[in-house]
């Protein structure tokens, strides 16, 4: 089977950094996704890793281990628009196009 | 470009009806799925279509159905909600044309079942 574990919730302040970690168990892991889902709203695409390393797109970086079944989304110079749920996926090998996601970190900023 | 619509936005049921949310994307997506959203429970995966034509059993499908007559629509069914039914549904597509293409998704329908 499946699992991905992320934290319920993580509070942190204007300007600062923060890491939401993710960890998973599949059998043939073929990509993870983190996606950010402000409140009332559609889930929106932030990244994705297949292979092990850091991919950064401004702010937001993203990390994969696929030896520990370990990623962590990296939040830079944080906003308050940036509190939100963050939602760690993963898609397996025969199973096309099908995510499985994590319940979602909450996010909040504080000035 | 509209990309993924859904309607109703939101719906009020009583118990035993039966009710078909819409889906409809313009993007010529060939994957289409839908998912509940609850509380603790994040999103769960009900039925896919990897193309028109057919579909798929995901995660939590019993009490929905699907249908995948062309490429643009994916309505989902519930034949006799329950309130246990009671979540937000999205759904989302894909291109599907390689494993690394993404999911979108649409703005969700609030369903409440009385």
């Known amino acids: 089977g499946q699992n991905i574990d992320q934290p319920t919730e993580m509070t942190a302040t204007e300007g600062a950094i923060v890491q939401i970690n993710c960890t998973y168990q599949t059998s043939g892991f073929n990509g993870l996704f983190w996606y950010q889902q402000h409140a009332g709203e559609a889930p929106t695409f932030l990244s994705y890793n297949v292979l092990d390393g850091l991919e950064e797109k401004g702010r937001f970086s993203s990390f994969l281990s696929r030896s520990k079944g370990y990623s962590y989304l990296l939040l830079k110079e944080l906003q308050m628009k940036d509190s939100a749920s963050y939602l760690c996926?993963?898609?397996?090998?025969?199973?096309?196009?099908?995510?499985?996601f994590g319940q979602g970190t909450e996010l909040s900023v504080k000035p | 470009i509209a990309g993924i619509t859904q309607a109703p936005t939101s719906q009020i049921l009583a118990a035993g009806r039966r009710m078909t949310l819409r889906c409809t994307q313009d993007m010529r997506h060939n994957a289409m799925y839908w998912y509940r959203q609850d509380l603790g429970l994040g999103l769960r995966l009900i039925h896919y279509s990897n193309t028109a034509g057919t579909t798929g059993k995901g995660e939590v499908p019993d009490g929905y159905s699907v249908s995948r007559a062309n490429t643009d629509d994916f309505p989902l069914t519930l034949a006799s909600a329950v309130p246990s039914q009671t979540s937000v549904y999205f759904c989302?597509?894909?291109?599907?044309?390689?494993?690394?293409?993404?999911?979108?998704f649409g703005p969700g329908t609030r369903l409440t079942v009385l």
């Open positions: 996926a993963v898609r397996s090998e025969n199973q096309g196009g099908k995510l499985i």
């Open positions: 989302a597509s894909r291109e599907g044309q390689s494993d690394t293409d993404t999911q979108y």
